[in-house]
């Protein structure tokens, strides 16, 4: 299974765009992340969203937010004009959340990805009692 998760911070504004047929909408976005040791230089990591998850992006993130994204990872080899081929990754979005100061998720996120999923109000299940824990006499246990 090819699934990320990964804290980051948005570095370039979301792009909105469409498919040639005009059916599909595209955002894209460039994200930063810490290196695994403190002396590592920064990673960035372009972040694709496609359908209603992409207006979503464009409207409601920016450049400097801090966010939580998930998704799958996938590899584009690149021809560069040096002779060479580059291999560069790309985050497939599934889903996203905004992180405000303290690290916590904002109610923005959360409105956010419940407009996606309406939900209707259901009746929540009652609680039920534990059985009680009967001693047991380990004196008589047969060998």
């Known amino acids: 299974m090819n699934s990320i998760v990964l804290m980051a911070k948005v570095v370039r504004r979301p792009e909105l765009r469409y498919t040639p047929d005009n059916q599909l909408p595209i955002a894209q976005m460039l994200v930063e992340f810490p290196g695994l040791r403190p002396e590592d230089a920064p990673s960035t990591l372009k972040v694709t969203g496609f359908g209603n998850l992409a207006q979503d992006i464009e409207q409601h993130y ?14 584009n080899t690149i021809d560069r004009q040096e002779g060479f081929k580059e291999k560069r990754g790309e985050l ?18 959360v409105a956010a990805a419940s407009k996606e999923t309406p939900r209707t109000p259901t009746s929540s299940p009652e609680a039920i009692a534990a059985p009680e824990k009967q001693e047991q006499n380990l004196d008589e246990i047969p060998f």
Request: aromatic share 0%; charged share 20%; glycine share 12%.
């Open 62 to 75: 920016g450049e400097g937010d801090r966010i939580i994204i998930s998704g799958r990872l996938q590899m």
């Open 92 to 109: 497939i979005l599934s889903q996203i959340l905004r992180l405000d100061e303290q690290g916590n998720v904002t109610a923005t996120a």
